[in-house]
């Protein structure tokens, strides 16, 4: 991984509506709303992080807070401190020991990559 190919969002970003990245991304903000990530992708909701709304991109790991759908084209990981309120779709999942999860789980073929 390049270090110019890294995008952080801090604590304390606040945002509404749609979020579009590209490459890593580690997430310590606030979103209501979408993050949507191209193809090769890879997003870290940090223990700071939260989210209520739409996640898609190749590979999500939730260490903070979701509320809403998580869609991964590879592989969701929910982490000991990651806490998830809804649906999971992905062709692997990973619910580590000490996560919360309340919602549906469905683990079905990888989808399409977006560009």
Do not use: Q, W
């Not at 209501?32 to 739409?54: H, K, P, Q």
């Not at 903070?64 to 779709?89: D, F, N, Q």
Request: hydrophobic fraction near 35%.
């Amino acid at each position: 991984m390049e270090m110019d190919k890294v995008n952080l969002i801090t604590e304390g970003s606040r945002f509404e509506g749609t979020l579009e990245f590209r490459d890593y991304t580690r997430f310590e903000g606030i979103l209501n709303g979408t993050l949507l990530g191209t193809a090769g992708s890879e997003v870290i909701i940090g223990e700071n992080g939260v989210i209520e709304g739409r996640i898609e991109c190749d590979t999500v790991t939730v260490d903070g807070y979701v509320r809403g759908e998580i869609t991964a084209r590879r592989k969701i990981i929910v982490s000991g401190t990651g806490r998830v309120i809804g649906e999971l779709s992905a062709p692997s999942v990973e619910i580590l020991f000490g996560a919360h999860f309340d919602g549906k789980c469905t683990m079905e073929n990888a989808l399409p990559a977006k560009s």
